[in-house]
């Protein structure tokens, strides 16, 4: 994303939440959405020059925008209804082609969710592609909610237990966001860090400070906190699975500190990923199996070893140390 600008449409029948709370929402002071993305992406990423405008009324009642689309029962959202109705009636006061992506901001609940994502707008001349987050009422009044879709935007899918859940774990912002104890007077729950996977797909981990561990190697190395970008030292290490190159795990350091604050706790953190699923690619190892991928059995701290001994591989967690933690990794 760059230095490229994001807009805020907002598309109401009638709502009073003014444009101040918007502009905020998206500024480069702490919970700002400029400022956490700043932060999470190493400064890859920013979103100075947004704009806020609306409200605007849309043309037609919200049936037209939330229906049942495929006759069972259920209604759902659709998308591109509601993306160029939106935006066709901001259409006068922006000029879209400044801009990568756009924040729609609704009065009413929509289906179910708030949605990320993108899609193709031909607007001033141009036809393109753009990331876009869809935001109910709720959705707005949490940043952890807006900053999770935004994240869909920039192409991340959902992270998790290794449950048959979407979003319970509390390490990631594509999941639970964080414990959301106690939330932002104004912007309720504010987002964790994204995982070590997701901000190294991205591009944002440079590639010496990640550790790929090689057969028949066992390195003690120092794993930095995964939210700062502070020393030489790795922010993140991954190791291979029976040899394949689309099942490894990734191991982090997690410290409760800045937005990282809404963790469940300082400790190494596993994932294991298997880059074949089509959502929850990586997925929290939770040593005592009892659905919460949140407590003390997904905690790594000195002492402990995980091991996966069918694919020789091990983590020893030795001592926490100035800025991260010391570990010992062997794929044998």
């Given at each position: 994303m760059g230095d490229d600008p994001l807009s805020l449409w907002r598309c109401r029948e009638c709502d009073?939440?003014?444009q101040e709370y918007f502009a905020k929402l998206l500024a480069g002071v702490y919970p700002g959405l400029d400022h956490y993305w700043r932060q999470v992406s190493y400064k890859n990423v920013n979103i100075v020059g947004s704009a806020?405008?609306?409200?605007?009324?849309l043309s037609r009642p919200r049936s037209y925008y939330v229906?049942?689309?495929?006759g069972d029962g259920f209604v759902d959202l659709d998308a591109?209804?509601?993306?160029?109705?939106?935006?066709?009636?901001?259409?006068?006061?922006?000029?879209?082609?400044?801009f990568v992506g756009v924040n729609l901001m609704f009065n009413q609940t929509l289906d179910c969710c708030a949605w990320g994502g993108g899609t193709t707008l031909n607007k001033d001349g141009q036809k393109r592609?753009?990331?876009?987050t869809w935001?109910?009422?709720?959705?707005?009044?949490?940043?952890?909610?807006?900053?999770?879709?935004?994240?869909h935007g920039f192409g991340l899918p959902h992270s998790s237990g290794p449950y048959n859940a979407t979003y319970d774990s509390d390490w990631d912002v594509m999941s639970g966001g964080g414990k959301c104890s106690p939330p932002d007077a104004?912007?309720?729950?504010?987002?964790?860090?994204?995982?070590?996977?997701?901000?190294?797909?991205?591009?944002?981990?440079?590639?010496?400070?990640?550790?790929?561990?090689?057969?028949?190697?066992?390195?003690?190395?120092?794993l930095e906190r995964l939210r700062r970008l502070s020393s030489t030292n790795y922010l993140m290490a991954q190791i291979p699975i029976g040899g394949s190159t689309t099942q490894f795990y990734t191991v982090e350091a997690r410290s409760p500190v800045g937005y990282d604050e809404q963790i469940p706790h300082g400790a190494i953190v596993i994932h294991r990923v298997d880059t074949t699923r089509g959502d929850r690619v990586a997925r929290?190892?939770?040593?005592?199996?009892?659905?919460?991928?949140?407590?003390?059995?997904?905690?790594?701290?000195?002492?402990?070893?995980?091991?996966?001994?069918?694919?020789?591989?091990?983590?020893?967690?030795?001592?926490?140390?100035?800025?991260?933690?010391?570990?010992?990794?062997?794929?044998?």
């Open positions: 009073t939440t003014p806020v405008v609306g409200w605007y009324n229906y049942d689309q495929n591109q209804r509601a993306s160029d109705d939106c935006t066709a009636a901001a259409d006068a006061d922006v000029f879209f082609p400044n592609f753009y990331r876009i935001e109910p009422p709720w959705g707005y009044a949490n940043q952890h909610v807006i900053a999770h879709e935004m994240g104004t912007y309720g729950c504010v987002g964790v860090h994204t995982i070590s996977y997701h901000k190294d797909i991205l591009g944002w981990i440079p590639p010496e400070r990640k550790y790929v561990a090689t057969l028949g190697s066992s390195q003690t190395i120092i929290v190892v939770d040593n005592d199996g009892n659905g919460d991928p949140n407590d003390a059995g997904a905690q790594w701290r000195p002492g402990e070893t995980f091991a996966d001994p069918a694919n020789g591989v091990t983590v020893a967690v030795n001592a926490k140390v100035p800025g991260g933690f010391s570990v010992t990794i062997s794929y044998q």
